[in-house]
């Protein structure tokens, strides 16, 4: 009989920083801060509140049923039948933001980078990669995601610290330029990307070895904390550095990168920013095709676990090169539908089987 893969609990929290500051680390700072402005790091603050409380459920579910995954605990939370309901809008769920990720990255590409290469070959080449890396397995992800995790936030405090000369502190008020609503309209967007993707990680956390399981919880809340310090710093550093442009200028880190001279011998750099970005996305993409992997062979009682992997993939390519017809579409679908979208398809069930659970116990 083949030996279940299992992780340590640091594996798993760097598992989880990997794919919750993947691609949002470069995308997020300047679609908040066009939406947030100056406040834009009070909205990343109440969103990482509230995703301290999403991931507290997650824990103890985790906690409640030991060695069991969301899909098979909400079965036995509110029934087979009635789970189907919350399990195909998942499914869906977990499928478009799949190919969400893979657009995005295409999209930086296709802008930057790689003008004159066809879209479908970026949006293949990190398909392909990513399948045969989730087909490797989630010990082989653990231990290649911790290297490359280093190697990402090392490049971003890097970049960072180059651009110090053109600071400017003034640029931080006034506080509320936008008002308390435009705050909160900027914790709506950052707390659906990537915070509610948290959600998710029910699928990974009964992988964690027994004899790691106690310190799961601290190393989990560390790496959520670790996020909400990267978005912070970033989001500073983007208005200190480009002031009102801030919320204009797409990939603000790329921008910032591109400010970056020093004696004329450290210049134009801004493909180490572009190297990151793709980096976290792969990863993400990568952990994102082995949810869902996990996730479909569980609903369907398959005893291969990885027998989805390619045909998921397939799905995600095509519909990651048909889904929208233009940016200002797939730019729409993000920030304006999709955290609606994911709090009621994730996380209401999520908080539904919460509270069913506890309430089981309390009658017990």
């Excluded at 769920?93 to 893979?102: E, N, P, T």
């Excluded at 569980?298 to 095509?318: G, M, Q, R, W």
């Excluded at 579409?329 to 955290?339: G, I, K, M, Y």
Aim: glycine share 6%; charged share 10%.
């Amino acid at each position: 009989m083949k030996k279940t893969e299992t992780v340590s609990s640091g594996q798993m929290a760097a598992l989880f920083l990997s794919f919750m500051a993947g691609s949002a680390i470069v995308n997020i700072p300047a679609p908040l801060t066009g939406a947030a402005k100056n406040g834009a790091w009070l909205s990343v603050l109440i969103a990482n509140g509230l995703a301290m409380l999403l991931l507290s459920c997650v824990l103890y579910l985790n906690r409640r049923y030991p060695g069991l995954t969301f899909v098979d605990y909400t079965r036995q939370a509110i029934g087979k039948w009635l789970s189907v309901f919350i399990f195909i809008p998942l499914l869906i769920l977990v499928l478009v933001d799949l190919s969400y990720i893979v657009i995005d990255i295409g999209g930086f590409f296709k802008s930057t980078l790689m003008r004159s290469t066809p879209v479908y070959m970026t949006h293949s080449l990190i398909f392909l990669t990513s399948a045969l890396t989730a087909r490797a397995g989630i010990e082989v992800m653990a231990r290649m995601f911790v290297l490359l995790l280093f190697v990402m936030i090392a490049s971003v405090l890097l970049v960072l610290s180059l651009v110090l000369p053109y600071y400017q502190v003034d640029y931080l008020v006034p506080l509320l330029s936008g008002g308390y609503k435009s705050v909160i309209h900027g914790a709506y967007i950052v707390f659906g990307f990537p915070y509610a993707e948290l959600v998710l990680f029910s699928m990974l956390l009964p992988l964690v070895s027994k004899e790691n399981g106690r310190s799961l919880n601290k190393f989990m809340f560390a790496a959520l904390l670790t996020v909400g310090f990267l978005l912070f710093v970033s989001i500073i550093c983007s208005v200190m550095a480009l002031g009102p442009r801030a919320g204009e200028l797409k990939y603000s880190l790329f921008q910032l990168a591109r400010l970056i001279n020093v004696q004329e011998f450290i210049e134009r750099i801004e493909s180490v920013i572009g190297m990151t970005l793709i980096v976290g996305s792969y990863m993400k993409t990568t952990i994102m095709l082995f949810i869902l992997n996990k996730m479909l062979s569980h609903v369907l009682a398959v005893k291969d676990a990885k027998s989805f992997v390619f045909p998921i993939t397939l799905a995600a390519l095509l519909l990651s090169l048909t889904m929208y017809k233009n940016e200002a579409e797939f730019v729409e679908a993000v920030l304006v539908v999709w955290p609606l979208f994911i709090f009621v398809v994730a996380v209401l069930p999520l908080l539904l089987v919460t509270a069913v659970t506890m309430f089981k116990k309390k009658a017990n």
